[in-house]
Every structure is written in C-alpha cells, then in structure tokens.
T-cell receptor, first 112, second 112 residues
Framework: GESVGLHLPTLSVQEGDNSIINCAYSNSASDYFIWYKQESGKGPQFIIDIRSNMDKRQGQRVTVLLNKTVKHLSLQIAATQPGDSAVYFCAETFQGAQKLVFGQGTRLTINP | DTAVSQTPKYLVTQMGNDKSIKCEQN?????MYWYKQDSKKFLKIMFSYNNKELIINETVPNRFSPKSPDKAHLNLHINSLELGDSAVYFC???????????FGPGTRLTVT
C-alpha cells in the first residue's frame, strides 16, 4: 500500500554542521518525491523535489538523494542555521494520483 | 499578499456543534486540497477539488463536507463535531498537473 515513513522522529545538530534526514517509502510506483519544511505554527513549505528518474538533485544548501533500489530518500542540509529548525516531511506521489502521501515527519533542532 | 489564507486560525467548540473553515488562494491555481494534521504531526489528505469538482475523497466521514464555490475558494463544513476531529486543518493549492502544493497557515480545531 501507500506509505512513507521516516527512520528518525527527532534530530539535533550543531549550528554549522550538516544534517541528513532520511525517509523510506513503500510504493514502487511512486515517481515523484518532495520534501517539505514546517515551522512551528505554519503550514508546510516546499523545499525541493525529485523525479524517480533522477538519483540526486541539489538546491540552495539542500540536496535530495533518491535510492530506488532500497526505496530510500534523504534530505541533506548543509551548514545548518537556526532557521532550519522545523519538522521536515517527505511526500510521494505517482502519475495521475493528484495527491501527496506524506511521511510522519522528522523534527530537526539546531543547537547553537 | 497571502497566497493561501484560511479562517479562522483557531476554532474551539463543543462536541455536537457544526462549524466551517474557509480557504482562499490568490495564486490562480485550479486545484485545492484539505489536509488533516493530527497531534503527532501526521499529515493526511482529506479532499481535493479541481475547477470546483471533487476529485479526491479519502475515506473521510460524511460529517465532513467540502464546498468549492469557485476555483479560488474551498470551504470545509463539519457537522456533529467529535473529540477526534481535534486537529490542525490545512488548505493547499496547486496548478493542475504539477505536484508542488502551497499550504495555508492552518486552522487549529479543538473540540471539547
């Protein structure tokens, strides 16, 4: 069935360090993956996406890696800043579904 | 200037009451969504409308009735509220055939 899960519910890193947030998905038919960031009291905000025909995509300070063999997705944040503290969600969808299936979320805390 | 707005931001009500949440987007998108986020931050789609037509209904009790008067608005009416309806409800929008969804700030519903 459709499900997206995360390995770690919480993650703490020192300011300036890199962080990696992981996500496992189960639907091999999924062809599009998105990472969202949700700050306290706000709605989720798009960060970066990747199609299933790619294994890596880079944005500003963020990189998403996709390993379809093991159905694993990760979000790497470089040189973390206090403003990176938030809950991060991965989401998946497949062509024609018109809906996103979200994972549980990982709370990232940046320590000064 | 707010892209996706919701009202009210907070809603406290008693069991058995009927309440509505409103959503408006000024992005010119033609697809709108309602999501429910529970206390564990799990985010799950409830409904989706495309050009005022219902396209996704995710096994939601029929006490929940969405209405889309035009493609810029999607309202959610809930009858006979129950304790388990307490959650944060997010509205989102996207352009058809794109997967990037823009979320509103959420409505925190508390049923006592």
């Amino acid at each position: 069935g459709e499900s997206v899960g995360l390995h770690l519910p919480t993650l703490s890193v020192q300011e300036g360090d890199n962080s990696i947030i992981n996500c496992a998905y189960s639907n091999s038919a999924s062809d599009y993956f998105i990472w969202y960031k949700q700050e306290s009291g706000k709605g989720p905000q798009f960060i970066i996406d990747i199609r299933s025909n790619m294994d890596k995509r880079q944005g500003q300070r963020v990189t998403v890696l996709l390993n379809k063999t093991v159905k694993h997705l990760s979000l790497q944040i470089a040189a973390t800043q206090p403003g990176d503290s938030a809950v991060y969600f991965c989401a998946e969808t497949f062509q024609g579904a018109q809906k996103l299936v979200f994972g549980q979320g990982t709370r990232l805390t940046i320590n000064p | 200037d707010t892209a996706v707005s919701q009202t009210p931001k907070y809603l406290v009500t008693q069991m058995g009451n009927d309440k509505s949440i409103k959503c408006e987007q000024n992005l010119g998108h033609d697809t709108m969504y309602w999501y429910k986020q529970d206390s564990k931050k799990f985010l799950k789609i409830m409904f989706s409308y495309n050009n005022k037509e219902l396209i996704i209904n995710e096994t939601v009790p029929n006490r929940f009735s969405p209405k889309s008067p035009d493609k810029a608005h999607l309202n959610l009416h809930i009858n006979s509220l129950e304790l388990g309806d307490s959650a944060v409800y997010f509205c989102a929008s996207s352009q058809t055939h794109t997967y990037e969804q823009y979320f509103g700030p959420g409505t925190r519903l508390t049923v006592t």
